[in-house]
């Protein structure tokens, strides 16, 4: 009890500043070169943004992962928890120092759209991106909320998961009754 009013009486960061797994938990960037809010649908909306992540040496070839956030459909976005953990960041600089473009993309929450306006913003992403790198692999990820969104779309011309190479989903959630 006393840690714990401690906790709340005093400044976290000296506090936390003695954990040693807090140091690396921000993945330094260091030559992966970051795009920051990207429109993959030019309407002035953080919704339709992505922030994009590649190695330097990135060609027309280098393959693409579009990445979803998690948040239960109703909260969070590309940046959550970024300025503690590196959260959803660390993924573009994890996977552009393997190699690959990221985007780590937002997407319109409940209430404001229901699972089809998630899709439609999914299917615009994916088509962007095959747009800007017509001659790129392009794969599909997303976290919790996101995971699932990236397994049921993109339903883009051609049907369901024709414009997607791969997907790689993470602590999914697909067990839903009812959710439409």
């Known amino acids: 009890a006393l840690l714990i009013s401690r906790l709340y009486s005093e400044p976290l960061a ?21 795009e920051g809010d990207v429109a993959y649908i030019d309407d002035g909306r953080a919704e339709h943004r992505c922030d994009l992540y590649r190695p330097q040496d ?32 660390n993924v573009g600089v994890a996977l552009g120092r393997e190699g690959m473009r990221v985007a780590n993309c937002n997407y319109r929450l409940f209430p404001e759209v229901k699972l089809d306006g998630m899709l439609a913003d999914i299917d615009a992403a994916v088509g ?29 011309p051609g049907g369901p998961g024709t414009n997607v190479d791969a997907r790689l989903l993470i602590s999914g959630i697909f067990d839903i009754v009812g959710a439409v």
């Open 14 to 34: 000296p506090v936390l500043g003695g954990c040693p797994s807090l140091g690396s938990l921000y993945r330094d960037r260091g030559d992966i070169v970051v």
């Open 128 to 156: 962007f991106f095959r747009d800007r790198f017509p001659r790129a692999p392009v794969g599909l990820m997303g976290h919790s909320a996101g995971a699932h969104l990236a397994s049921a779309a993109p339903s883009l």
């Open 58 to 89: 990135a060609s027309d070839t280098t393959p693409i992962v579009v990445f979803f956030h998690g948040g239960y459909w109703q909260n969070q976005d590309k940046q959550y928890f970024e300025f503690a953990s590196g959260l959803y960041g």
